[in-house]
T-cell receptor, first 111, second 117 residues
Framework: AQSVTQLDSHVSVSEGTPVLLRCNYS??????LFWYVQHPNKGLQLLLK??????LVKGINGFEAEFKKSETSFHLTKPSAHMSDAAEYFC?????????FGAGTRLFVKA | GAVVSQHPSRVICKSGTSVKIECRSL??????MFWYRQFPKKSLMLMAT?????????EQGVEKDKFLINHASLTLSTLTVTSAHPEDSSFYIC?????????????FGPGTRLTVL
């Protein structure tokens, strides 16, 4: 069985400050983990993915995530938020050909 | 990355009519495609898994006679919402799966906004 939990439904940061979006997962398989971003009324864009290679994964737009097996976590970070980062972020786990989406975290960026 | 398109991007229809949404993988062959539904301010809900040349596998609670899925070729899957009603209004997103070795990755379409009046 697989599950994914995004620990915060909303995160608000000021422009230029760090971003942390938290994700915990469980999986009976060796999971692949992804972060997607969705801007209002848009489709999904892949930010980054972990597929059993390096545990620290770098993605687009300055985002990165670290896979921590001992903590079953895959938190998304960015050193400095930009106004254009305001969007919905989804943590996704796949394994055994099943894909599970987290509930999403809405990121607000204040000027 | 691979490209998946959806058509139309937006559709408005009257209650009782049927609407067809197309999902195409533009630069790879996808034996498996997935259809998701997203309610406002909610996460994506998997509706069904579409396999080329065979019947789709529907998730629990999804009416197969309401949401008809056809996967006639390795690059095209269609979702038809039959006798649409206002409660079917939603954002529908498809994805196509590409297999490389023992890894499979999903590529998502841009979504289709359905509004039923």
């Amino acid at each position: 069985a697989q599950s994914v939990t995004q620990l915060d439904s909303h995160v608000s940061v000021s422009e230029g400050t760090p971003v942390l979006l938290r994700c915990n997962y469980s999986s009976s398989y060796s999971p692949s983990l992804f972060w997607y971003v969705q801007h209002p009324n848009k489709g999904l864009q892949l930010l980054l993915k972990y597929t059993s290679a390096a545990t620290l994964v770098k993605g687009i737009n300055g985002f990165e995530a670290e896979f921590k097996k001992s903590e079953t976590s895959f938190h998304l970070t960015k050193p400095s938020a930009h106004m254009s980062d305001a969007a919905e972020y989804f943590c996704v786990v796949t394994g055994g050909f099943k894909t599970i989406f987290g509930a999403g975290t809405r990121l607000f960026v204040k000027a | 990355g691979a490209v998946v398109s959806q058509h139309p991007s937006r559709v408005i229809c009257k209650s009782g009519t049927s609407v067809k949404i197309e999902c195409r993988s533009l630069d790879f062959q996808a034996t498996t495609m997935f259809w998701y539904r997203q309610f406002p301010k909610k996460s994506l809900m998997l509706m069904a898994t579409s396999n080329e040349g065979s019947k789709a596998t529907y998730e629990q609670g999804v009416e197969k006679d309401k949401f008809l899925i056809n996967h006639a070729s390795l690059t095209l899957s269609t979702l038809t919402v039959t006798s649409a009603h206002p409660e079917d209004s939603s954002f529908y997103i498809c994805s196509a799966s590409r297999v490389a070795g023992d890894q499979h990755e999903q590529f998502f379409g841009p979504g289709t906004r359905l509004t039923v009046l």
